[in-house]
């Protein structure tokens, strides 16, 4: 499968993939930098806007929560959620800090004008997953297409660790993908792409490209607008 790209993505990185059970993964990081310098060197005139989940981070930090006080609230898990992706978004624009705008985006109430090739942004408040800030970001700077790096290589029609009988998608509209994750956020929930980002960006028009994120040589066919393995939404 292949795709046309644009002239502007935004890239929603998913934490886990920038921090793992046994610490913060510089493997992947040392691969992830060579990549978006490549590209950025390759597409010039594409900008690139990096929103940088919680991910293990925040599950760390809410399981902890969890084990003194027993249930935290949504507004509580969401903070921490929040707080993770700073971080973690923290620790990528200091990767990129020669290249990158110098600024963090995580108040999606201030529209900068950010003119370097590399942006990258964080959570913002509770509600708020990263995916929908990446939504949030198409709306703030004229992007119609989202990256979501993921765990998982496409997006099945129904949860393959519950049914056997799923099957993978290359292709999906939102009217059908909606029903698949339903309409409801809950932090920390585990979903190919948030609900309520879901709804926003099908109102939007924008597509979404669900892929795994640790396979950067199938991201780079993405890319280059050559086949490749994922599933597009929209």
Same mark, same amino acid.
């Given at each position: 499968?292949?795709?046309?790209?644009?002239?502007?993505?935004?890239?929603?990185?998913?934490?886990?993939?920038?921090?793992?059970?046994?610490? %913060?993964?510089?493997?992947?990081?040392?691969?992830?930098?060579?990549?978006?310098?490549?590209?950025?060197?390759? =597409?010039?005139?594409?900008?690139?806007?990096?929103?940088?989940?919680?991910?293990?981070?925040?599950?760390? =930090?809410?399981?902890?929560?969890?084990?003194?006080?027993?249930?935290?609230?949504?507004?509580?898990?969401?903070?921490?959620?929040?707080?993770?992706?700073?971080?973690?978004?923290?620790?990528?624009?200091? %990767?990129?800090?020669?290249?990158?705008?110098?600024?963090?985006?995580?108040?999606? @109430?201030?529209?900068?004008?950010?003119?370097?090739?590399?942006?990258?942004?964080?959570?913002?408040?509770?509600?708020?997953?990263? @995916? =929908?800030?990446?939504?949030?970001?198409?709306?703030?700077?004229?992007?119609?297409?989202?990256?979501?790096?993921?765990?998982? @290589?496409?997006?099945?029609?129904?949860?393959?660790?519950?049914?056997?009988?799923?099957?993978?998608?290359?292709?999906?509209?939102?009217?059908?993908?909606?029903?698949?994750?339903? @309409?409801?956020?809950?932090?920390?929930?585990?979903?190919?792409?948030?609900?309520?980002?879901?709804?926003?960006?099908?109102?939007?028009?924008?597509?979404?490209?669900?892929?795994?994120?640790?396979?950067?040589?199938?991201?780079?066919? =993405?890319?280059?607008?050559?086949?490749?393995?994922?599933?597009?939404?929209?």
């Amino acid at each position: 499968m292949s795709t046309q790209f644009e002239d502007k993505v935004v890239i929603s990185l998913g934490g886990s993939l920038v921090t793992t059970p046994h610490g %913060i993964d510089t493997e992947f990081l040392t691969r992830f930098n060579s990549f978006i310098r490549k590209n950025m060197a390759l =597409y010039p005139k594409r900008q690139f806007f990096l929103v940088v989940g919680g991910g293990t981070t925040a599950r760390q =930090y809410r399981d902890a929560g969890k084990e003194v006080v027993g249930q935290l609230t949504d507004d509580d898990l969401d903070w921490l959620g929040i707080h993770a992706s700073r971080l973690n978004a923290h620790l990528v624009r200091t %990767i990129f800090r020669d290249i990158a705008h110098p600024v963090i985006l995580s108040d999606f @109430d201030i529209i900068l004008k950010p003119r370097e090739q590399l942006v990258v942004a964080a959570g913002w408040r509770p509600g708020w997953s990263t @995916d =929908y800030c990446a939504v949030m970001l198409c709306d703030d700077y004229d992007a119609r297409m989202i990256v979501n790096m993921s765990n998982i @290589d496409t997006v099945f029609d129904k949860d393959p660790r519950e049914f056997p009988d799923a099957k993978p998608l290359t292709k999906i509209e939102w009217s059908e993908f909606q029903p698949i994750v339903g @309409d409801q956020w809950k932090p920390g929930m585990n979903a190919p792409f948030d609900p309520i980002a879901s709804k926003r960006a099908s109102e939007m028009g924008v597509t979404v490209v669900v892929l795994n994120g640790r396979n950067l040589d199938n991201l780079q066919n =993405y890319f280059a607008g050559k086949s490749f393995t994922g599933t597009v939404i929209g």
